[in-house]
């Protein structure tokens, strides 16, 4: 007998991705010149390669965190030197489709952003890469909404290497994160702690773990620290919500304009959200979104899949606002089925009238009265957040 | 007839449903695995699903001369286990590269789990023999698991009782270490 057989079935019916040798160790793998950036700096000479594109980046232009709006992206004229030397660190911000705002690290020669060729990157072959501005697919991105203001927030703190910054998936030596056993471990050495942000205008100073202090850019409150200090800690986070500093993060103190500060978040306190902040508004519809739900029930082993289909009441436009199926169980006699079981956001573009098929998933056990419901959402609203689209109910028998 | 789990590991590339009897096949190790580890139903039925996702992803790669595919999958379960303790939370990123949910328990899946924990310790000494060299695993398995006797297994290997009394010996020394380290 199978004990989750809720497990097996997704495993099943998921979609591997294809193991393919990493794109950034294909491109020049004649290089031959295995040298770090500080002997390349040591030379005076910097060797170009060929631009380098993480494999996985966001393809649709309307779904997830979108494409870049430009070929380009804005580098900002943050530089900040790298503990093996080289050329300096530089960030890019990069402005998507659907209306996100994502950062992207890397050394900068020139006025362009890239990557070096060492560590497991483009073959070792010590040469400059350029990055373009490509936006990265996955749950876990350095990309934000915008506040109400239409400023932006965000706070990355995370292991990398001096090579710049580049997803552990594509590199050809191996992070202590990644377990490919055909990958030797990337060198020690040249590890680093990256952490990054965005401020907004208000923020006037930035104090780390070292003690070094950074003044933000102007208007966007941009930082950027490198350090070969503190990467035995290989926990990397990304500020889904706007923060001012994550726990354990390399940002240690902010100081704003107007004489306040504040002091970054550890695990027993929370982070103190960004001066200048405003949370986006919440869907506040004075009209009707009610639309007839059609819902398809399906028994599959322990679980019951629930297939849901209407038309879109309103169009979505950009990342800030999705449809979401919300499913919980509030006469069932196990309290954790009354909460929500069933949560399963729409994540893309759609017109006004578009057929939406949201797909979710409930377990037997929770048995008794399903309460199904879609809502339209702004996407920073909480769970219980929304306006209702429809709702319906359904028995799930024991 | 039955395929064997290399087999299946190789198919699933093309056949889906081959993963599906290999996660059947070693469902109960792993879960008990992690649950006698952690004492904790949902977390080891968290940890059991971030290992199979990334076995999923493995496969394809999964190498039959080096090793049998169930040492392979505990050899990825004690990362996971050894991954999420470092990090103080449940390793994810298997989950999230091939868009797996987060795993809903039923209470009866929560019973299930802590009746399977009594029955499976021999699962985490599985799991520990993954990290070691081939004959010193072969040579504990055979003493420890199946508490054979030092001349039965010698014969069994073709080498003498000193020198599988020599591969316990050694395996245990390197198991010893290991649970001093990283036991959470």
Redesign the interface.
């Known amino acids: 007998m199978t004990i989750l057989p809720q497990l097996r079935d997704a495993l099943v019916r998921a979609r591997p991705r294809r193991r393919r040798r990493p794109l950034f160790a294909g491109l020049l793998a004649a290089g031959g010149l295995a040298v770090t950036g500080a002997a390349l700096a040591a030379t005076g000479v910097i060797p170009f390669g060929d631009p380098v594109e993480p494999t996985r980046v966001e393809r649709d232009p309307q779904r997830g965190v979108g494409v870049p709006t430009d070929q380009s992206g804005r580098l900002l004229a943050l530089r900040v030197p790298d503990p093996g030397g080289g050329p300096p660190w530089g960030l890019r911000i990069v402005d998507t489709t659907r209306g996100l705002q994502c950062l992207q690290a890397g050394r900068v020669v020139g006025e362009q952003l890239g990557l070096l060729g060492q560590d497991g990157i483009a073959g070792d072959d010590g040469r400059f890469h350029p990055m373009p501005p490509a936006t990265r697919s996955g749950w876990v991105t350095p990309c934000q909404l915008p506040d109400a203001n239409g400023r932006f927030f965000i706070a990355v703190d995370k292991l990398s290497y001096a090579s710049g910054d580049a997803d552990p998936r594509e590199r050809a030596c191996r992070e202590p994160t990644d377990r490919d056993p055909d990958k030797p471990r990337c060198p020690r050495a040249d590890r680093r702690r990256i952490a990054f942000g965005l401020l907004g205008p208000e923020a006037s100073k930035v104090t780390f773990a070292d003690g070094s202090t950074q003044v933000p850019t102007d208007g966007d409150g941009a930082y950027l620290y490198v350090s070969a200090e503190g990467t035995e800690r290989t926990e990397s986070g990304s500020g889904d919500r706007p923060v001012s500093g994550l726990p354990g993060s390399a940002v240690k103190r902010i100081d704003y304009r107007d004489g306040t500060h504040c002091t970054a978040a550890t695990q027993r306190t929370p982070s103190c959200t960004p001066k200048g902040y405003v949370e986006p508004e919440r869907v506040h519809s004075s009209k009707s979104l009610r639309r007839k739900l059609t819902v398809k029930t399906s028994r599959d082993g322990q679980v019951t899949w629930i297939k849901v289909r209407f038309r879109a009441p309103v169009a979505i436009t950009d990342a800030g606002h999705e449809y979401r199926l919300l499913g919980r169980v509030p006469d069932s006699a196990d309290k954790r089925c009354r909460a929500v079981v069933m949560y399963v956001p729409s994540n893309r573009n759609l017109q006004r009238g578009d057929t939406v098929k949201l797909e979710g998933i409930v377990p037997n056990d929770c048995n008794g009265r399903l309460q199904v419901s879609v809502v339209f959402a702004a996407t920073t609203e909480r769970n219980d957040g929304g306006k209702l689209v429809g709702r319906l109910t359904r028995s799930i028998a024991p | 007839m039955d395929r064997s789990d290399e087999e299946l590991l190789a198919a699933c590339g093309r056949d889906?449903?081959a993963?599906?009897v290999f996660?059947?096949r070693h469902?109960?190790a792993v879960?008990g695995f992690f649950g006698a580890v952690t004492r904790r139903p949902e977390l080891a039925?968290d940890l059991?699903?971030e290992t199979?996702?990334?076995a999923?992803?493995?496969?394809?790669?999964f190498d039959a001369s080096r090793g049998m595919a169930r040492m392979w999958l505990f050899g990825?379960a004690r990362?996971v286990l050894s991954?999420s303790a470092?990090?103080?939370r449940v390793?994810t990123?298997a989950r999230?590269?091939?868009?797996?949910?987060t795993?809903?328990?039923?209470?009866?899946?929560v019973e299930?789990?802590e009746s399977?924990v009594a029955e499976e310790g021999d699962a985490i000494v599985e799991a520990w023999l993954a990290e070691l060299p081939e004959h010193e695993a072969g040579a504990l398995r055979a003493r420890v698991l199946d508490e054979r006797g030092y001349a039965e297994i010698a014969r069994d290997l073709r080498v003498s009782e000193a020198v599988v009394r020599k591969r316990v010996s050694r395996g245990l020394g390197r198991l010893r270490r290991r649970l001093s380290q990283e036991t959470p």
């Open positions: 889906r449903a993963f599906g996660y059947e469902e109960r879960l039925a059991t699903a199979f996702a990334a999923l992803e493995g496969a394809a790669s990825i990362n991954g470092r990090r103080g390793e990123a999230r590269r091939i868009g797996l949910e795993l809903v328990l039923a209470p009866s899946q299930l789990i399977l």
